[in-house]
């Protein structure tokens, strides 16, 4: 069974920056990928992040690029994303996912392409 559990959110000033944790268990092997989403209120679920676990080059949404990174620390099981220079516009609940590899077409920042998801961690951009 697949677990993801995200940490690391909270309240930050514009400016700032935060570290988001993904832990997660239950992925067997090392041919899957990981994203990273986000939904504000109101809004459709946004992709912002994913990377292959076998590792190569993650990939950014026009809206972090140059300042989100995302990494991965496979003998932890957990994926990271890095946040700096964030503003307001980035306030959201943020959500780690992960796909299993399968053949086929897919969106890297559809979450309708993921299998499974964590429960999610609240970042909020506010002076």
């Known amino acids: 069974q697949v677990q993801l559990v995200e940490s690391g959110g909270g309240l930050v000033q514009p400016g700032g920056s935060l570290r988001l944790s993904c832990a997660a268990s239950?992925?067997?092997?090392?041919?899957?990928?990981m994203g990273w989403f986000r939904q504000a209120p109101g809004k459709q679920r946004e992709g912002v992040a994913s990377l292959y676990s076998g590792g190569g080059t993650p990939y950014y949404a026009d809206s972090v690029k140059g300042r989100f990174t995302t990494s991965q620390d496979n003998a932890k099981n957990t994926v990271y994303l890095e946040m700096n220079s964030l503003n307001p516009e980035d306030t959201a609940m943020y959500y780690c996912?992960?796909?299993?590899?399968?053949?086929?077409?897919?969106?890297?920042?559809?979450?309708?392409?993921?299998?499974?998801w964590g429960q999610g961690t609240q970042v909020t951009v506010s002076s």
């Open positions: 239950g992925l067997t092997d090392d041919t899957h990928y």
């Open positions: 996912a992960a796909r299993l590899f399968k053949s086929g077409s897919w969106s890297r920042f559809s979450p309708y392409d993921y299998d499974y």
